[in-house]
């Protein structure tokens, strides 16, 4: 029972390739984020969806895209990546609003 | 909105007691605690839903004041363990699902 699984755990990427972030999950929860922390700070929201088929942005949406491919999984994609994107992303799903969020072990993305 | 936690940072004796504040400009369907160490993703702590509500975990409780829009995390007799980075984040009454957390407050016990 894995619960939340991010991959890749750790990838270097120089400015402008693109990459996407994976998620899934085995918890058979309705809702999943995308986070990112950069060094010493808090968590801010990146995107999210309530449940499958919906997507929201969160705080700091701009250079990102989302996913929400099924029930499970929900995908990150970097389409130009800046310097500026280089941060821990977490994934993080709940079974609905009000309940506990769990995370996923974070993916650490160097931008150069 | 993003909540406002205080202070910044702590240092405590092992033993010591702690509070974390956390305050938003916002009317808020829920209050979470999560604790963070180096290198680790958050640990969920508690949730709080309902106004007034306190909720604790042996040393660690939680309460809610949904008037003044406002939650405070106490730490009881500390423990080495409970270092850490602790975070609030809050769900709005008219923006559930979207949480957004504080900047943290990071926790620092000592022998």
């Known amino acids: 029972n894995a619960g939340v699984t991010q991959t890749p755990k750790f990838q270097v990427l120089k400015t402008g390739q693109s990459m996407t972030l994976q998620c899934a999950q085995d918890m058979n929860h309705n809702s999943m984020y995308w986070y990112r922390q950069d060094p010493g700070m808090g968590l801010r929201l990146i995107y999210y969806s309530a449940s499958e088929g919906t997507t929201d942005k969160g705080e700091v949406p701009n250079g990102y895209n989302v996913s929400r491919l099924n029930k499970r999984e929900f995908s990150l994609r970097l389409e130009s990546a800046a310097p500026s994107q280089t941060s821990v992303y977490f994934c993080?799903?709940?079974?609905?609003?009000?309940?506990?969020?769990?995370f996923g072990e974070g993916s650490w993305l160097t931008v150069v | 909105q993003q909540p406002v936690q205080s202070p910044q940072a702590v240092i405590l004796r092992e033993g010591e007691d702690a509070v974390i504040n956390c305050s938003s400009s916002k009317a808020l369907y829920s209050v979470h605690w999560y604790r963070q160490k180096h290198g680790e993703a958050p640990v969920f702590l508690m949730i709080l839903l309902k106004g007034g509500e306190q909720k604790g975990h042996e040393k660690i409780s939680a309460s809610f004041n949904e008037k003044k829009q406002q939650s405070s995390l106490y730490l009881t007799a500390s423990q080495l363990s409970y270092s850490g980075t602790y975070f609030c984040?809050?769900?709005?009454?008219?923006?559930?699902?979207?949480?957004?957390f504080g900047s943290g407050t990071r926790l620092l016990v000592r022998p």
């Open positions: 993080a799903v709940t079974r609905d609003s009000g309940n506990t969020i769990y």
């Open positions: 984040g809050t769900e709005g009454r008219d923006s559930s699902y979207k949480l957004i």
